[in-house]
């Protein structure tokens, strides 16, 4: 089992910048990627941006030079630097940590989620 505990959301004007955390813990040995995931009302929960072991990075076209994912493996941390920020950023953003074992299986774990607000 992975733990994941989520920290830094709020509320910020636009054009402004938040950094999310992740912490994981439990048995994070056996985790492949991690990543960011964001839901909005009333739409579906949509990846922000993926990390993997080797720290390939990826990232949705919508955020693509505004946010950053960076990992410290000596805290079990992952980050998401959110710069720029727009109104439609507005979501709760939620950790992901997968589990991959073949290309055809994944084992997903989730945090509770951080509210990011942005307004003004």
């Known amino acids: 089992q992975v733990q994941l505990v989520e920290s830094g959301g709020g509320l910020v004007q636009p054009g402004g910048s938040l950094r999310l955390s992740c912490a994981a813990s439990?048995?994070?040995?056996?985790?492949?990627?991690m990543g960011w995931y964001r839901q909005a009302p009333g739409k579906q929960r949509e990846l922000v941006a993926g990390i993997t072991r080797g720290g390939s990075t990826n990232y949705a076209d919508s955020v693509k030079g505004r946010f950053t994912i960076s990992s410290d493996n000596a805290k079990n941390t992952v980050y998401l630097q959110m710069n720029s920020l727009k109104s439609e950023d507005t979501a709760v953003y939620y950790c992901?940590?997968?589990?991959?074992?073949?290309?055809?299986?994944?084992?997903?774990?989730w945090g509770q989620g951080t509210q990011v607000t942005v307004s003004s």
């Open positions: 439990g048995s994070i040995f056996s985790i492949d990627a």
């Open positions: 992901n940590a997968a589990r991959i074992p073949t290309p055809h299986a994944r084992y997903d774990y």
